[in-house]
């Protein structure tokens, strides 16, 4: 008896063997869970588009379970918020020739906060998951975002009312300068 392999049964074969081992889901360290959390993973981490933050909650109370979790997603939000407009603020002053480039950065600074508290009554809850613990505490788990776009909006506003900064304000340059840096953090993820 002879037996014939051709082209075709190996790509068949190499392709059953690849695919079956993809299939596989890896197995953890010995001793060692996975865990999934709610409203966390790739699906809730900030683009290019919005910021995006998540936390958890935990009370006796079912309200104050969803409370802490929701300040302190605010709070984690508020912070990635005045890093990313700090950056793009020194890149955008330094590229820009401005008559007094320490005040500017100054009321740049002093803006930032403004906007930052003003604009985060815009976020928005986009996953939110309340669980009872065996103890029989509330837990919440919650996942916001906020739009980059909003966010440079409001910057443009505040930033065009300002006297001592509208002489050197270039929209246009700001938004590039912005859209830049959100880039970088779209590629991240």
Known sequence: MKIVITRSFVAITLAAVVFAGCSKKAAAPKGETEVTVPCSGPDYFTTNKFFRSNSIGESSDQVTSKRKALSNARNELAQAIQT??????????????????????????????????????????????????????????????????????????????????????????????????????????
């Open 84 to 189: 990313t407009v700090k950056t793009v603020t020194d890149n955008y002053v330094n590229s820009r020739e401005m008559n007094n480039r320490e005040e500017v950065e100054e009321r740049f600074e002093s803006l930032n906060r403004e906007v930052v508290d003003q604009t985060l009554s815009g976020i928005r809850t986009i996953c939110e998951k309340l669980m009872k613990t065996e103890q029989g505490n509330f837990k919440t788990y919650i996942a916001i975002e906020l739009s980059a776009d909003e966010l440079v909006s409001k910057y443009n506003e505040r930033l065009s009312k300002d006297e001592r900064l509208k002489i050197d304000y270039d929209y246009e340059k700001f938004k590039e300068t912005f859209d830049k840096e959100m880039a970088k953090m779209g590629k991240g993820n």
